[in-house]
């Protein structure tokens, strides 16, 4: 079943560059879409769009068969829950004053009186974050902590942990490994995987990363210069039949 639907998406900037042109894909239901490109190729644009982060210029997105592209932020309410992001810059996505429990609790606080979870419970606000912080393999005793006493690691632990909080249908990973060393990448999607299964969660999984994209996608589109050039399952990776940019990208691998 397909989830989310992209039809001929696209989007400029005022600057007048096309930062996404005529973009079409689904992903479906329980699956890790993986998207990879280059800097500079449009993977940001088209999750800040897919967010209503960013306005388009034309096409549409479907969230469950319901076009969700021209909504009002009131009428947007519904899909906000159902539809997490987590960014590149856990530093920047954490507020630096709140101690971890506080910055956990808040997609709840907000979307409490519509949530029927059924992997989580709330029974107190420290029940819940415990849940949580163990959910994402983290020690309770970071609840009391201030994101700068955390590493890089445990604070996009963190965000992901506050983006499965509400138990979303997708997540919008974009680079979410970027900014940590490789050891703490591979936890990081190691954990991402584990969660994508516990809690039938599907993702789009942005990054400039092949060998990261391989490890956590079912799928794989290859975007360049705001076009999508190729897509296929991940065990058609080194296939013949490759676009010769997936093979330029192979060869960085
Ligand atoms: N706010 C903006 N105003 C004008 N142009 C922009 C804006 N944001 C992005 N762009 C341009 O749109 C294109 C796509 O940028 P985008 O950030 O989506 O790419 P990306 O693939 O996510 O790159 P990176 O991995 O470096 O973040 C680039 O040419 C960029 O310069």
């Known amino acids: 079943m397909s989830l989310l639907t992209v039809k001929q998406l696209t989007k400029s900037y005022q600057a007048g560059k096309t930062a996404i042109n005529n973009l079409s894909f689904e992903l479906n239901k329980g699956e890790c879409l993986g998207l990879v490109g280059e800097s500079g190729c449009g993977k940001s644009t088209l999750a800040r769009c897919l967010l209503h982060i960013e306005p388009i210029n034309s096409g ?48 709840y606080a907000q979307y409490s009186k519509e949530l029927n979870l059924s992997h989580f419970s709330y029974t107190s606000k420290e029940a819940f974050v415990k849940q949580l912080l163990e959910a994402v393999e983290l020690p309770p005793s970071l609840a009391d902590q201030y994101p700068h006493e955390l590493s890089g690691g445990q604070r996009q632990r963190v965000t992901i942990a506050r983006a499965i909080s509400i138990e979303p249908e997708l997540i919008v990973l974009d680079e979410p490994t970027a900014s940590l060393d490789v050891i703490s990448q591979g936890a990081v ?65």
């Open 60 to 107: 549409s997105i479907y969230f469950k068969n319901e076009a969700i592209e021209r909504l009002s932020e009131r009428q947007l309410h519904p899909y906000r829950k159902k539809i997490q992001i987590v960014f590149q810059n856990p530093s920047a996505a954490l507020n630096p004053k709140l101690k971890i429990k506080d910055s956990l609790i808040d997609p």
């Open 189 to 253: 999607l190691t954990l991402l995987t584990e969660l994508r299964e516990v809690l039938n969660l599907s993702y789009l999984f942005i990054s400039h990363d092949l060998a990261a994209v391989r490890q956590i996608s079912q799928r794989i589109m290859v975007m360049k210069d705001g076009k999508l050039v190729d897509q296929f399952n991940r065990d058609h990776l080194f296939a013949e039949e490759r676009h010769p940019y997936t093979k330029e990208l192979i060869s960085f691998f």
